[in-house]
């Protein structure tokens, strides 16, 4: 069967220092992947995905960049962090033509 | 048009009662509507989903009900529960090669026992 893991869990960074965090995927190959970003009590705001290795879509302009570096590795990252960044980041996957997106268990970061 | 607008914000159901949570859209190419079911700290997990081909699904305690000339879908919790109380997203995509699903802003729902 599929996993999908994030870490860490919880992140607390200082204002202006790098971010990175990683999402990896077992029991599947070439999934499609998903950085989505959650702020307190709001929706799910899609940042990037991916359909391959080293092809990454932005969906929003930003503080942030994400890369694919392997099959079923993406990590997503930040050079300065800045205090609107902090939330709760979600990985998704799917594969081929499938629609269900399967969610990661999430990274909680603050931004102090 | 790649809106998905989510409706009540938030909602509180007596313990037995009926959870209704509806979400509109105006993208006509939209073709699959799925629920997540989101606990505190967690990732959302897929509930139930539901394409425009039929107007009802059921799934155990959860129904999606579904009007495409109205363009809105709802999904009803019958007999909620404490441990219904989450946050449910509704969603839409319209396929494509990367499949990106449109969510809904959210409704937080608390079941009372």
């Known amino acids: 069967s599929q996993t999908i893991h994030q870490w860490p869990a919880t992140l607390v960074q200082p204002v202006g220092s790098p971010l990175s965090l990683e999402c990896t995927v077992e029991?599947?190959?070439?999934?499609?992947l998903y950085w989505y970003r959650q702020a307190a009590g709001r929706g799910l705001q899609l940042l990037f995905y991916?359909?391959?290795?080293?092809?990454i879509s932005s969906e929003v302009p930003q503080n942030l960049s994400a890369s694919r570096p392997q099959d079923r590795q993406f990590i997503l990252s930040s050079k300065k962090l800045l205090l609107s960044d902090s939330g709760f980041y979600l990985c998704?996957?799917?594969?081929?033509?499938?629609?269900?997106?399967?969610f990661g268990p999430g990274t909680r970061l603050l931004v102090l | 048009q790649q809106q998905v607008k989510q409706s009540p914000q938030s909602l509180i159901v007596q313990k037995g009662g009926i959870s209704i949570i509806n979400c509109a859209y105006e993208?006509?190419?939209?073709?699959?509507f799925p629920w997540y079911q989101q606990f505190p700290g967690k990732g959302p997990a897929l509930l139930i989903a539901?394409?425009?081909?039929?107007s009802e699904k059921k799934e155990g305690r959860f129904t999606i009900s579904f009007n495409k000339s109205a363009k809105q879908f709802s999904l009803h919790i019958m007999d909620s529960q404490p441990g219904d109380s989450a946050t449910y997203f509704c969603?839409?995509?319209?396929?494509?090669?990367?499949?990106?699903?449109?969510f809904g802003t959210g409704t937080l729902l608390a079941v009372q026992p």
């Open positions: 998704a996957w799917n594969w081929g033509r499938q629609e269900t997106q399967y």
């Open positions: 969603a839409a995509s319209d396929g494509g090669a990367t499949n990106k699903l449109i």
């Open positions: 991916s359909v391959g290795i080293g092809q």
């Open positions: 539901i394409r425009p081909d039929v």
């Open positions: 993208n006509t190419a939209f073709d699959y």
């Open positions: 029991g599947t190959s070439n999934p499609n």
